[in-house]
């Protein structure tokens, strides 16, 4: 808690951090119906995700307890799971 990472300056309205803390997901700032995911440690983005057609702004996201999923609600009552892999 005494040190400041870069997690502490990440832009968007929502953070999730991933079970074993290597990726944050935030919400995209030019478009809020997108999330990016972000390396925990630098802040930079891995990959953007987003929903053809989606354009309600991003209410909710979550990560599973196991990190494979990424769970993302919408102002519109639409919830979309993304199954995440390494690449």
Known sequence: LGSRSPA???P???LALSPDG???ATTDQQNPASI???NAA???TAVSLAMP???DRATSVVF???GRSLAVSY???ATYVWHLTES
Request: net charge negative.
């Open 8 to 10: 502490t300056s990440l």
């Open 12 to 14: 968007g309205d929502l």
């Open 22 to 24: 290597q990726l944050v």
């Open 36 to 38: 990016d995911l972000r």
């Open 42 to 44: 630098t802040g930079q």
């Open 53 to 55: 057609g989606e354009q």
């Open 64 to 66: 599973s307890a196991d």
């Open 75 to 77: 102002n519109n009552g």
